[in-house]
């Protein structure tokens, strides 16, 4: 018997009972379930373990990589993906020279995106494409109309070449679908849309893995959707343009194969892992359904982009945290192709120091860390293989949902996505409010030294044409909180917090690092203390300091007593708040003292109130 069978005899087998009942009386009489499980936003309880017995029955766990259903990934062997950056084409000599800049830099796939009045000749593809070697890199083209045009002239530059079209790997992305929700309406009517669809496709089929159209699931996660909604509206979307393709003719195997679907990425990082693993088995089942001649088109093909939900203006640097581990995620989970935006993107023209920091992201992982070595890293772990089953399962219910609407366009037209979409955002921005879901330097943590009077807003094309559905509206969680602290930073003044520290130490000091995070949310300038003896002394410095606001920090015990003398000596020519909800705040509020602060104050509806008393609008 070797060393290692020795040692496992060493140790009893547990039972998951055994673990639970260890748990339970660890708890103390508390509950299991609001205590240790974690009931996500996805609607998803996370228990606090997992047991083999929790991925035992699940399907596909022996499935090797490149097994329909594509749960461990659509190739066997490593887990590459192409690294993306993205060119907005002003000029095409211009985009032309930062291609091949970045291309020596470690890129392997570009994605041009163009304006809308952009005429594509072959004199505009051949300055944009000069110097680039095709067949070695994924090339991507994102218009904004003329997309058959552009593919026509595409192909005649690669003929002209002498490049095979079998060595050509990227896509046109053409989103019809995608446009519509954005914009609310389409320069044509959607059944024309979907006729042009199947003009690209069939004009693409000299082009084997070059796809001409891309389900951008991206619109719903940017307007605030979560991690299912995004899935199950995205495969509903996918599953729309494979209806309308095959009912014009065009075969399940080229229909599948047209199809490219763009995610974006969140912070949440397991869950994100799951999601992308779980696209696959669903995408799979769907295209299943129409019959293909092989396996091969039930391969989905992802590119995930970083998203921009989670973005923040200020503490910038903390985007840097947020790309990075949805970069993790995404190549972890296996997507195909993945764009790290910019930390800054979201609020100024991305610098060539930001985009090298993107760019880098990646290869750290890919060179470094070595994501590229292993297909499927995750496989055998019993949370994200449970998780990969519960995301798929509650993505699929959502896609029925929609489906039994009449299929995605109906859904649109009812309003029935858009309405899931703007519930989950105005819930994920009430969480944010409270606190209840953290963002870094936003909501918790801020950086007050941090001053900036001009905020680049949420940007919106605006809708035009005859067919009008409710558009997604793009934004950022903490759009809300930025505005707020903009305010503040015009200001002529800023406003001036005194902590007013008193009585029990531990609690007047856990007090004042709440009562600082708290207010320096909005920018404030605070005046922490180490403690005063007593209220007169702590109410003559807040006064020589020019205090506009004084936050008492002490317990709730003392409170009783501390805050109406403070009370009565600070009178009204400051606002006085008490850091905390002691028992004996009906008291208080009796004697004047009606300003309370604690974990439940709804940090923007509060701030705000401040702001106007303060007269800052």
């Given at each position: 018997?070797?060393?290692?069978?020795?040692?496992?005899?060493?140790?009893?087998?547990?039972?998951?009972?055994?673990?639970?009942?260890?748990?339970?009386?660890?708890?103390?009489?508390?509950?299991?379930?609001?205590?240790?499980?974690?009931?996500?936003?996805?609607?998803?309880?996370?228990?606090?373990?997992?047991?083999?017995?929790?991925?035992?029955?699940?399907?596909?766990?022996?499935?090797?990589?490149?097994?329909?259903?594509?749960?461990?990934?659509?190739?066997?062997?490593?887990?590459?993906?192409?690294?993306?950056?993205?060119?907005?084409?002003?000029?095409?000599?211009?985009?032309?020279?930062?291609?091949?800049?970045?291309?020596?830099?470690?890129?392997?796939?570009?994605?041009?995106?163009?304006?809308?009045?952009?005429?594509?000749?072959?004199?505009?593809?051949?300055?944009?494409?000069?110097?680039?070697?095709?067949?070695?890199?994924?090339?991507?083209?994102?218009?904004?109309?003329?997309?058959?045009?552009?593919?026509?002239?595409?192909?005649?530059?690669?003929?002209?070449?002498?490049?095979?079209?079998?060595?050509?790997?990227?896509?046109?992305?053409?989103?019809?679908?995608?446009?519509?929700?954005?914009?609310?309406?389409?320069?044509?009517?959607?059944?024309?849309?979907?006729?042009?669809?199947?003009?690209?496709?069939?004009?693409?089929?000299?082009?084997?893995?070059?796809?001409?159209?891309?389900?951008?699931?991206?619109?719903?996660?940017?307007?605030?959707?979560?991690?299912?909604?995004?899935?199950?509206?995205?495969?509903?979307?996918?599953?729309?343009?494979?209806?309308?393709?095959?009912?014009?003719?065009?075969?399940?195997?080229?229909?599948?194969?047209?199809?490219?679907?763009?995610?974006?990425?969140?912070?949440?990082?397991?869950?994100?892992?799951?999601?992308?693993?779980?696209?696959?088995?669903?995408?799979?089942?769907?295209?299943?359904a129409y019959g293909p001649e092989s396996k091969e088109p039930a391969k989905i093909y992802i590119h995930?982009?970083?998203?921009?939900?989670?973005?923040?203006?200020?503490?910038?640097?903390?985007?840097?945290?947020?790309?990075?581990?949805?970069?993790?995620?995404?190549?972890?989970?296996?997507?195909?192709?993945?764009?790290?935006?910019?930390?800054?993107?979201?609020?100024?023209?991305?610098?060539?120091?930001?985009?090298?920091?993107?760019?880098?992201?990646?290869?750290?992982?890919?060179?470094?860390?070595?994501?590229?070595?292993?297909?499927?890293?995750?496989?055998?772990?019993?949370?994200?293989?449970?998780?990969?089953?519960?995301?798929?399962?509650?993505?699929?219910?959502?896609?029925?949902?929609?489906?039994?609407?009449?299929?995605?366009?109906?859904?649109?037209?009812?309003?029935?996505?858009?309405?899931?979409?703007?519930?989950?955002?105005?819930?994920?921005?009430?969480?944010?409010?409270?606190?209840?879901?953290?963002?870094?330097?936003?909501?918790?943590?801020?950086?007050?030294?941090?001053?900036?009077?001009?905020?680049?807003?949420?940007?919106?094309?605006?809708?035009?044409?005859?067919?009008?559905?409710?558009?997604?509206?793009?934004?950022?969680?903490?759009?809300?909180?930025?505005?707020?602290?903009?305010?503040?930073?015009?200001?002529?003044?800023?406003?001036?917090?005194?902590?007013?520290?008193?009585?029990?130490?531990?609690?007047?000091?856990?007090?004042?690092?709440?009562?600082?995070?708290?207010?320096?949310?909005?920018?404030?300038?605070?005046a922490d203390n180490p403690g005063f003896d007593s209220a007169a002394e702590g109410v003559k410095a807040?006064?020589?300091?020019?205090?506009?606001?004084?936050?008492?920090?002490?317990?709730?015990?003392?409170?009783?007593?501390?805050?109406?003398?403070?009370?009565?000596?600070?009178?009204?020519?400051?606002?006085?708040?008490?850091?905390?909800?002691?028992?004996?705040?009906?008291?208080?509020?009796?004697?004047?003292?009606?300003?309370?602060?604690?974990?439940?104050?709804?940090?923007?509806?509060?701030?705000?109130?401040?702001?106007?008393?303060?007269?800052i609008s």
């Amino acid at each position: 018997m070797s060393e290692k069978e020795k040692l496992f005899t060493d140790f009893p087998s547990i039972s998951t009972e055994d673990w639970m009942n260890k748990v339970k009386a660890d708890l103390k009489g508390k509950d299991f379930d609001k205590k240790l499980v974690w009931h996500s936003f996805e609607g998803i309880d996370v228990q606090p373990f997992y047991r083999s017995e929790d991925s035992r029955d699940l399907p596909y766990l022996d499935n090797p990589p490149g097994e329909y259903p594509f749960l461990r990934g659509i190739y066997p062997g490593r887990n590459s993906w192409f690294v993306r950056q993205d060119i907005e084409v002003d000029d095409p000599a211009g985009a032309n020279k930062k291609a091949l800049d970045i291309l020596n830099r470690g890129i392997t796939s570009l994605g041009f995106i163009f304006r809308k009045d952009t005429e594509f000749t072959s004199s505009y593809i051949d300055a944009l494409l000069d110097g680039i070697y095709c067949q070695s890199i994924e090339i991507n083209f994102a218009p904004q109309g003329n997309a058959k045009e552009l593919l026509e002239i595409f192909s005649g530059y690669l003929k002209r070449k002498g490049i095979k079209s079998e060595q050509v790997r990227g896509a046109i992305e053409a989103d019809p679908l995608g446009r519509l929700l954005v914009n609310g309406s389409l320069c044509t009517s959607v059944e024309e849309s979907f006729d042009y669809l199947a003009d690209l496709v069939k004009d693409s089929s000299h082009l084997p893995f070059f796809r001409v159209i891309a389900a951008d699931g991206s619109v719903f996660s940017n307007s605030g959707s979560g991690i299912i909604q995004e899935l199950a509206f995205s495969l509903a979307m996918g599953n729309e343009y494979l209806a309308r393709l095959t009912d014009r003719g065009i075969g399940i195997d080229k229909a599948a194969s047209s199809i490219g679907f763009k995610f974006g990425i969140g912070s949440n990082y397991f869950m994100e892992i799951a999601r992308m693993r779980a696209a696959r088995i669903l995408w799979a089942k769907i295209v299943e359904a129409y019959g293909p001649e092989s396996k091969e088109p039930a391969k989905i093909y992802i590119h995930s982009v970083t998203g921009e939900w989670n973005k923040t203006v200020y503490d910038p640097y903390v985007n840097m945290l947020r790309t990075q581990t949805e970069a993790m995620s995404a190549t972890l989970g296996g997507t195909n192709s993945l764009t790290v935006k910019p930390f800054d993107s979201v609020s100024r023209e991305a610098s060539e120091f930001s985009e090298r920091i993107a760019r880098n992201q990646q290869l750290l992982l890919m060179e470094e860390s070595h994501f590229d070595k292993v297909n499927d890293p995750s496989a055998g772990s019993y949370y994200i293989e449970k998780l990969t089953s519960s995301i798929a399962e509650h993505a699929w219910d959502l896609f029925l949902e929609t489906e039994e609407k009449g299929g995605f366009m109906e859904a649109v037209k009812e309003g029935f996505v858009q309405g899931r979409v703007k519930q989950a955002a105005e819930k994920r921005r009430s969480n944010i409010r409270r606190r209840k879901e953290k963002l870094l330097g936003t909501n918790i943590f801020p950086n007050e030294e941090e001053k900036i009077s001009t905020s680049p807003g949420d940007k919106k094309e605006d809708a035009a044409g005859n067919y009008e559905i409710e558009p997604l509206i793009a934004s950022r969680a903490a759009v809300e909180f930025e505005e707020l602290r903009m305010a503040v930073d015009r200001h002529s003044k800023t406003p001036q917090v005194f902590l007013l520290t008193i009585g029990n130490p531990v609690m007047r000091k856990a007090r004042a690092q709440f009562a600082h995070g708290f207010f320096g949310c909005a920018g404030y300038s605070i005046a922490d203390n180490p403690g005063f003896d007593s209220a007169a002394e702590g109410v003559k410095a807040a006064e020589d300091a020019g205090a506009d606001i004084v936050v008492l920090c002490s317990s709730d015990d003392e409170y009783a007593t501390i805050a109406p003398e403070v009370k009565s000596i600070l009178g009204d020519s400051k606002i006085l708040v008490i850091a905390g909800e002691p028992a004996c705040r009906d008291e208080l509020e009796k004697q004047g003292v009606d300003r309370f602060i604690s974990m439940r104050t709804n940090l923007l509806d509060t701030l705000m109130e401040y702001n106007r008393e303060l007269g800052i609008s």
